[in-house]
DNA sequence: GGGGTAATGTACCGATAGGTAAAAAACTTT
DNA sequence: AAAGTTTTTTACCTATCGGTACATTACCCC
């Protein structure tokens, strides 16, 4: 049981190429031929190798939500809540406002994506943030720090949308600068 | 000079059903025949009235503003501080949750909008939020009951991420009450 | 009851969307 | 070197996209 001819390509690169233009322009302002001259190859190719264009976008969700949203995870294990928050939302500010990336936030954008067709999309962007929210929950059920007035399950969701604020001003035009300012003005709101 | 054959519909309520179809499934996701099929009008129609697919959403979006967002430029007339972000916190829980209209921020979900022929679109809903955040910041200036520590250009900004984030939520599903708590909650950690 | 005028209905346009069939090319194994 | 396997290349498919030409209809004015 041989293999045929090998691949010009490789697959996880042209993964992060595609990444970069649906982090850019959005799955349905995405197409066909935006992707594979970014990724460097032909249609029957990225058929073979990701399945169609919303399996694409599986794949690059996933690769997203692991190396540029890994921040999130690891956040949760820091010491105290106020550096479990600090840490998110100054993520957030640092993986929306980056130099070489697309400003905004590709889960934020796809979950915000409504054309008929782009539903099962929806589902994973919206997947992937209930995850993301229910992880942050248990961390905050955990601590004995919490800000005083605030259930571990509210403090969780309002940490979430203001990440989610921040990815929008992102897109919208804010610079890091003033994005930086809006984590700190939310933090000492919070904790001081 | 007569006028010749009379319309067959009201231009207004033909705006408001192409503001439910945008609202609910953006820019992008709206093709020429969802938008004449809602509004009850054939494509020549649609261009004699309104314009092109771009030109028309921007008067919808010019309705929408004054429509279902009007509530911001109506917050800004409360007497307090701590009143007039209430009111845009849990106004944008209203707005974005409506049992009757698509949830999330059709401004919020146009800014998103990633695709090149969306540009036109994207800028247009920038400069909403621009002119938005303006005179929330001018309100904020002139007051003398800020919370402790806050700028004023700061918290404008803080408010209207937070009124991004709640939209960001509603669209991806979270219920009215849940994003009433949130809303709570910010106000909690901004004022308490 | 005819002109003049503006909106309607129908049918169509080129361009592009996502997706695929089939043949040529590059490798491994025997 | 020949058979077998898998990828690449090229060319093409149908459906739909935004947008429009043209003839028809319905109105006002005289």
């Known amino acids: 049981m041989p293999g045929g001819r090998p691949r010009s390509f490789d697959a996880d690169t042209a993964l992060d190429r595609a990444l970069e ?5 959005g799955y349905e302002g995405t197409s066909l031929i935006d992707l594979t001259t970014a990724m460097g190859i032909n249609k029957p190719s990225l058929y073979a190798a990701f399945g169609n264009k919303e399996e694409l976008f599986g794949k690059v969700l996933a690769r997203y939500l692991e190396g540029p949203g890994g921040y999130t995870s690891a956040a949760l294990e ?22 070489e990336t697309a400003h905004g936030c590709l889960c934020v954008k796809s979950v915000q994506a409504g054309g008929p067709d782009a539903e099962p999309v929806r589902r994973d962007a919206v997947a992937a943030r209930k995850a993301g929210e229910a992880a942050l929950r248990r961390r905050l059920e955990q601590a004995d ?14 940490v979430h949308t203001v990440s989610d604020g921040i990815a ?12 930086t300012r809006v984590a700190e003005s939310a933090l000492h709101a919070l904790f001081d």
Chains 1, 2 share one sequence.
């Open 21 to 25: 233009v649906f982090w850019r322009q």
């Open 78 to 99: 820091a010491p105290t809540t106020r550096e479990v928050v600090r840490l998110l939302v100054h993520g957030a500010v640092d993986l929306t406002t980056g130099q």
């Open 145 to 158: 720090d919490l800000p005083p007035g605030h259930e571990p399950a509210d403090l969780a969701v309002l």
């Open 168 to 179: 929008v001003q992102a897109a919208a035009g804010r610079t890091r600068e003033e994005l």
